[in-house]
């Protein structure tokens, strides 16, 4: 996420992957270059397209960004050659501190309320907006009703039931099927701060502190390396977390996974599945789900910002069928908007229904303060609690240090 150096810039500028000329000389006469990170899903590199081609104030130029979209776009913002709309997984309070995104407040102001907040919050600093959510991503626990049943216990809904259920299925099961998957490193990659929002704490406070400076925090990861200890996880899956083939078949009776396995995990198992949020953990604990949202970014280099700005708006403010059609029509995402994921017929029933109720209900994600420092320095504690039975306590007190002393450095910026 740094910015780059010679080459990084050169493969930055130089790389146009995919372009649209929208309506070929648009009303004004403006050109603006609008960024995307590569998606997975068929069929949204073409809707993009579609959208730009339907704006009529200027003509906009879709680049879809293969290779590392981070660094290219890091890169390109400190130049006259980059984007004028972007989407960006943040923006990155580093971006914002040097000036090289624009407010956006005003854009977003009349509906800024129907957004959801978890996802809005990373992207405002001190009180203003700098980039609009474009759809939400989230992660919870599936599992399979006939497994669980089998092993005779209930849908986990506290920390300590996850930790008994997953037990008790792979006692039962033995080497057939395991209690549950966190991904191939024991949950290290993708859990981060989940445990801690579960057990009523956060990575940062609202008033800008080490928000798990608290007994509670060593509590809850040792339950998730008693997991680990336990040998009730499932570890070198074919595919990782992200893929729901583990649970599908039938390697484990839960999985943590997002949102997009939905629909695969419906074809395969039918009514066989259940969706939960990530237990909560001691009496001041909360359900806990991690959302995340690319946001859509104006550069501060444009030479457009107004006419920049005013197609953000559009698209993401104003186009709600654009936003629908981007969040459910070419993979399966929640909009980031509450009155359009209420209104999708797609998110009206079952577990998928649930799963806007949880994002919208208990739904957290990583703070802006929370800069790549603070978060290396959490992973690498959470390995060593986790795989290597490092006393949680002791790994924390380092961790706070650390964050605490990065909070300070950005705050002085």
């Not at 609008?34 to 899903?41: A, I, S, T």
Request: hydrophobic fraction near 40%.
């Amino acid at each position: 996420m740094a910015g780059g150096g010679g080459a990084v810039l050169a493969a930055a500028l130089a790389t146009a992957c995919g372009s649209n000329t929208g309506r070929g000389g648009g009303g004004s006469g403006v050109g603006l270059r609008q960024w995307y990170h590569q998606y997975g899903e068929p069929g949204t590199e073409q809707a993009v397209k579609r959208y730009a081609a339907a704006y009529k104030k200027a003509e906009v130029t879709v680049q879809w960004r293969l290779g590392d979209y981070d660094r290219q776009t890091a890169a390109a913002l400190l130049t006259d050659s980059g984007p004028d709309v972007f989407e960006v997984n943040g923006p990155l309070l580093d971006q914002i501190q040097a000036g090289q995104v624009v407010d956006l407040t005003a854009e977003i102001e009349p509906v800024k309320d129907d957004f959801n907040q978890a996802v809005l919050a990373p992207k405002i600093w001190q009180g203003k907006v700098w980039g609009i959510p474009q759809v939400i991503d989230m992660q919870m626990l599936y599992y399979r009703k006939s497994a669980l049943k089998d092993a005779g216990v209930e849908p986990p809904r506290t920390l300590d039931e996850l930790v008994e259920a997953a037990k008790a299925v792979s006692a039962k099961k033995k080497k057939k099927t395991k209690g549950l998957f966190l991904g191939n490193d024991g949950g290290v990659g993708v859990l981060s701060g989940t445990p801690l929002f579960a057990a009523g704490l956060s990575l940062i406070s609202e008033e800008g502190k080490v928000g798990f400076d608290d007994p509670a925090a060593a509590r809850v990861l040792g339950k998730i390396r008693q997991l680990y200890a336990d040998k009730s996880l499932l570890l070198g899956a074919p595919t990782d977390w992200s893929d729901p083939a583990a649970l599908v078949q039938g390697l484990t009776a839960m999985q943590w996974s997002g949102l997009w396995a939905l629909p695969q995990i419906k074809k395969a198992l039918g009514d066989d599945f259940g969706v939960l949020p990530f237990p909560p953990d001691g009496s001041g604990g909360k359900p806990a789900v991690p959302v995340g949202a690319y946001g859509s970014a104006v550069s501060a280099r444009s030479k457009h910002t107004a006419q920049a700005k005013a197609f953000a708006k559009w698209l993401w403010v104003e186009r709600t069928d654009f936003q629908r059609d981007f969040a459910l029509s070419y993979g399966f995402h929640i909009p980031a908007r509450i009155s359009l994921a209420k209104q999708a017929e797609q998110l009206r029933e079952g577990a998928a229904a649930d799963a806007v109720r949880f994002a919208t209900e208990y739904g957290h994600a990583e703070p802006l303060l929370w800069t790549s420092a603070s978060r290396t320095a959490y992973q690498d504690a959470l390995s060593r609690i986790i795989k290597d039975g490092a006393h949680p306590e002791g790994e924390l007190k380092g961790v706070v240090r650390k964050v605490s002393a990065e909070l300070q450095r950005v705050k002085k910026k």
